[in-house]
């Protein structure tokens, strides 16, 4: 009696573990770029790479540098207006909202000067 109560104790944990693990990496594959919570980074431009599409962004918490791609979903915008890719330069003050991919960093939005948004002259 008292084995079939440890074997069905360790049935259930491992069921439980099976499960929890399951629920844990859902969403991790390939197609959960749409679904990765975005992060946000405030910070100064340091370098344009418009070779890669990527822009270099010193953090202003941690002071570390944030290398963010740039897509063509990317929405970028200055004074409440849509801006290009073109329009970002090295020493703006930016903030970004991006996810984490499998190739690196992706910039969902990018707001240009950030202190003048809403001020539109």
């Given at each position: 009696m008292q084995r079939?109560?440890?074997?069905?104790?360790?049935?259930?944990?491992?069921a439980c573990l099976l499960?929890?693990?399951?629920?844990?990496?859902?969403?991790?594959?390939?197609?959960?770029?749409?679904?990765?919570?975005?992060?946000?980074?405030?910070?100064?431009?340091?370098?344009?790479?418009?070779?890669?599409?990527?822009?270099?962004?010193?953090?202003?918490?941690?002071?570390?540098?944030?290398?963010?791609?740039?897509?063509?979903?990317?929405?970028?915008?200055?004074?409440?207006?849509?801006?290009?890719?073109?329009?970002?330069?090295?020493?703006?003050?930016?903030?970004?909202?991006?996810?984490?991919?499998?190739?690196?960093?992706?910039?969902?939005?990018?707001?240009?000067?950030?202190?003048?948004?809403?001020?539109?002259?």
């Amino acid at each position: 009696m008292q084995r079939k109560i440890i074997v069905m104790i360790a049935f259930i944990i491992s069921a439980c573990l099976l499960v929890s693990s399951y629920i844990a990496f859902a969403g991790c594959g390939s197609d959960s770029k749409e679904l990765a919570i975005p992060k946000k980074l405030l910070g100064v431009i340091k370098t344009v790479d418009e070779k890669n599409n990527s822009i270099n962004v010193r953090s202003d918490v941690s002071y570390d540098p944030f290398i963010i791609k740039i897509d063509e979903k990317t929405i970028i915008k200055k004074d409440n207006e849509n801006k290009t890719f073109k329009d970002i330069r090295a020493g703006e003050r930016v903030r970004i909202r991006y996810i984490e991919t499998e190739n690196g960093l992706v910039a969902k939005t990018i707001v240009l000067n950030p202190e003048t948004e809403g001020n539109k002259k």
